[in-house]
């Protein structure tokens, strides 16, 4: 009797770490569409009308390697270290643990206030710049645009670590939806200003809407006494957590070291790369990569704040729930990273020319996106499996890990100058691989180390069904654009391509579903939208 309860409560609380994933992925999945998909479209009217290959070194490089230098290095320490507090563990009141956290999400805006003045005084002294120079302009607004978004973040923390995903859907929907209307305008107005300043005014739109929209919805509508948002008091600065204080000193640490294996390609095309190469790779790493921040960036967010929550309670078959969840995450990311690897280079070049125009598909980029398409799946991967090890590690482990952190980026470094010169944004794209194969290598060892006397996890189990007519459809589209697309007659042969592509991924499709049925119904409940789908599967596995 005994037995059957205790495996009812493990069943009851894996299936509500899973429906918990589900739900916290489905919202940053939205988030990311909605913030993704607008640059989009937006990006493919400027690029094919406004922008010439080599201004977008400007747009898709300098500008945005600017902003994620500063926002990281100010934020990604206290973000990772105050998501990992179970809010509702040691019994005290919700405002007592939101004072908590808020004493050190707070120390992200004098953090930020330095990095930015840092960091605008670097480019200013490297480049030579004065005040009056349009660059020095727009690094100026750029840096006051992100001390704006700083001023949202301990406000951002609070709301993930209560869970309140539809504020963020909405907040970071609109706030890019104003960025991007700020661009269009002001492209399209053709007004007499610098494009540099054009870049810094829409991302001060960004940084301003994320601002009111925390700002106003906590001060506005949420039950909260100021002095738990606001826990500046003198007898409040006396309480800090320890703990929390060593994590938030640790990630900071592992934050210098993930920004240089993160932008470490970014440093490399501007010290090495022509502005051809910076636009060309800048291109594709914002054409490649909308597939990481759509899908794999929320999912890595919420893997690991699922993973963060399992780790932190004292639950007894927690090894348990924590195999099952990274199996069903690693699986997933697999699958998601081998479709691309399977249609993305034999229509990359189709893509390129049907959004962006021939100027941009007959160089190099068409080339470096094919590439891209194998990387993205060692980019998931490593996500996923860093996600687990920063959720579950323990101080002194993380500790120890930042030796072969350090030892991989020096690695890295040296691949990208090597492969830049020699192969320009192919040699990028194949140095990253090299990079995150590695980081995969560390993050395997320390998984299979936690696991080691548990069997609630293998490797092996990871790998989703349909991996072999994925490997088919691949080698069927490759043959398809070696024989039938032409580019100079690309209207007319292009349709017969893209038929056998479609033929190709629907029965992919078909197949993965038939045998991932549970997996992907508990991500993307189908079975709702689409419950004639079961009924066919049904019906083939019994005619077998």
Same mark, same amino acid.
């Given at each position: 009797?005994?037995?059957?309860?205790?495996?009812?409560?493990?069943?009851?609380?894996?299936?509500?770490?899973?429906?918990?994933?589900?739900?916290?992925?489905?919202?940053?999945?939205?988030?990311?569409?909605?913030?993704?998909?607008?640059?989009?479209?937006?990006?493919?009217?400027?690029?094919?009308?406004?922008?010439?290959?080599?201004?977008?070194?400007?747009?898709?490089?300098?500008?945005?390697?600017?902003?994620?230098?500063?926002?990281?290095?100010?934020?990604?320490?206290?973000?990772?270290?105050?998501?990992?507090?179970?809010?509702?563990?040691?019994?005290?009141?919700?405002?007592?643990?939101?004072?908590?956290?808020?004493?050190?999400?707070?120390?992200?805006?004098?953090?930020?206030?330095?990095?930015?003045?840092?960091?605008?005084?670097?480019?200013?002294?490297?480049?030579?710049?004065?005040?009056?120079?349009?660059?020095?302009?727009?690094?100026?607004?750029?840096?006051?645009?992100?001390?704006?978004?700083?001023?949202?973040?301990?406000?951002?923390?609070?709301?993930?670590?209560?869970?309140?995903?539809?504020?963020?859907?909405?907040?970071?929907?609109?706030?890019?939806?104003?960025?991007?209307?700020?661009?269009?305008?002001?492209?399209?107005?053709?007004?007499?200003?610098?494009?540099?300043?054009?870049?810094?005014?829409?991302?001060?739109?960004?940084?301003?809407?994320?601002?009111?929209?925390?700002?106003?919805?906590?001060?506005?509508?949420?039950?909260?006494?100021?002095?738990?948002?606001?826990?500046?008091?003198?007898?409040?600065?006396?309480?800090?957590?320890?703990?929390?204080?060593?994590?938030?000193?640790?990630?900071?640490?592992?934050?210098?070291?993930?920004?240089?294996?993160?932008?470490?390609?970014?440093?490399?095309?501007?010290?090495?790369?022509?502005?051809?190469?910076?636009?060309?790779?800048?291109?594709?790493?914002?054409?490649?990569?909308?597939?990481?921040?759509?899908?794999?960036?929320?999912?890595?967010?919420?893997?690991?704040?699922?993973?963060?929550?399992?780790?932190?309670?004292?639950?007894?078959?927690?090894?348990?729930?924590?195999?099952? %969840? *990274?199996?069903?995450? +690693?699986?997933?990311?697999?699958?998601?990273?081998? #479709?691309?690897?399977? @249609?993305?280079? &034999?229509? /990359?070049?189709?893509?390129?020319?049907?959004?962006?125009?021939?100027?941009?598909?007959?160089?190099?980029?068409?080339?470096?996106?094919?590439?891209?398409?194998?990387?993205?799946?060692?980019?998931?991967?490593?996500?996923?499996?860093?996600?687990?090890?920063?959720?579950?590690?323990?101080?002194?482990?993380?500790?120890?890990?930042?030796?072969?952190?350090?030892?991989?980026?020096?690695?890295?470094?040296?691949?990208?100058?090597?492969?830049?010169?020699?192969?320009?944004?192919?040699?990028?794209?194949?140095?990253? %691989? *090299?990079?995150?194969? +590695?980081?995969?290598?560390?993050?395997?060892?320390? #998984?299979?180390?936690? @696991?080691?006397? &548990?069997? /609630?996890?293998?490797?092996?189990?990871?790998?989703?069904?349909?991996?072999?007519?994925?490997?088919?459809?691949?080698?069927?589209?490759?043959?398809?654009?070696?024989?039938?697309?032409?580019?100079?007659?690309?209207?007319?042969?292009?349709?017969?391509?893209?038929?056998?592509?479609?033929?190709?991924?629907?029965?992919?499709?078909?197949?993965?579903?038939?045998?991932?049925?549970?997996?992907?119904?508990?991500?993307?409940?189908?079975?709702?939208?689409?419950?004639?789908?079961?009924?066919?599967?049904?019906?083939?596995?019994?005619?077998?």
């Amino acid at each position: 009797m005994s037995n059957s309860s205790s495996s009812s409560d493990t069943k009851s609380s894996s299936d509500a770490s899973s429906s918990d994933f589900s739900r916290t992925f489905k919202y940053l999945l939205a988030t990311q569409l909605c913030s993704r998909g607008i640059p989009f479209i937006v990006n493919a009217v400027i690029l094919r009308n406004f922008l010439k290959v080599e201004d977008f070194a400007l747009y898709g490089v300098q500008f945005p390697l600017f902003v994620n230098c500063v926002l990281f290095l100010s934020r990604e320490g206290f973000r990772r270290a105050c998501l990992r507090q179970d809010m509702k563990s040691d019994g005290s009141s919700t405002e007592e643990n939101i004072a908590k956290i808020m004493k050190f999400a707070w120390l992200v805006l004098p953090c930020g206030i330095i990095i930015t003045t840092a960091a605008s005084g670097f480019v200013f002294w490297w480049k030579g710049l004065s005040f009056s120079d349009p660059y020095g302009k727009g690094i100026l607004i750029t840096g006051s645009a992100c001390i704006l978004e700083l001023l949202a973040e301990p406000l951002y923390i609070l709301s993930q670590n209560l869970l309140l995903l539809k504020l963020r859907l909405a907040v970071e929907t609109a706030a890019t939806f104003f960025r991007c209307i700020t661009t269009a305008i002001l492209f399209g107005m053709r007004v007499d200003m610098e494009k540099e300043i054009i870049f810094a005014l829409s991302q001060t739109a960004y940084g301003m809407c994320l601002f009111l929209g925390y700002w106003v919805y906590f001060l506005r509508f949420r039950p909260y006494r100021s002095s738990a948002l606001f826990p500046f008091r003198a007898k409040d600065k006396k309480n800090y957590d320890g703990e929390l204080l060593k994590m938030c000193e640790l990630f900071a640490l592992q934050s210098c070291v993930k920004l240089i294996l993160q932008e470490g390609q970014n440093f490399v095309l501007l010290q090495w790369a022509t502005y051809y190469n910076q636009a060309v790779y800048g291109f594709v790493d914002n054409l490649g990569s909308l597939v990481v921040r759509m899908v794999f960036l929320p999912f890595e967010e919420s893997t690991y704040a699922t993973f963060a929550r399992s780790a932190s309670g004292k639950d007894p078959d927690k090894d348990k729930r924590l195999g099952s %969840s *990274l199996t069903e995450a +690693l699986k997933l990311v697999m699958l998601i990273g081998l #479709i691309f690897m399977a @249609f993305g280079p &034999s229509y /990359s070049y189709s893509l390129i020319r049907l959004v962006y125009g021939q100027k941009w598909s007959d160089g190099e980029a068409s080339t470096a996106l094919g590439y891209y398409c194998f990387y993205i799946i060692v980019l998931a991967m490593n996500g996923t499996s860093e996600a687990f090890v920063h959720a579950v590690a323990k101080k002194n482990q993380l500790l120890w890990s930042n030796l072969p952190s350090v030892l991989i980026t020096i690695i890295y470094v040296v691949l990208n100058i090597l492969l830049v010169n020699s192969a320009g944004a192919v040699g990028l794209i194949l140095a990253n %691989s *090299l990079n995150m194969i +590695l980081r995969i290598i560390y993050s395997g060892a320390f #998984i299979k180390h936690y @696991f080691q006397d &548990s069997s /609630s996890f293998s490797f092996y189990k990871c790998l989703p069904e349909g991996w072999k007519v994925l490997l088919f459809s691949g080698i069927t589209t490759i043959i398809s654009e070696r024989i039938f697309l032409d580019r100079k007659n690309f209207w007319a042969t292009f349709i017969v391509h893209f038929t056998i592509g479609v033929a190709c991924f629907c029965t992919s499709a078909f197949v993965i579903y038939r045998h991932e049925r549970s997996l992907i119904n508990r991500i993307i409940p189908i079975n709702k939208i689409f419950p004639s789908i079961n009924r066919i599967v049904r019906f083939r596995d019994h005619s077998d």
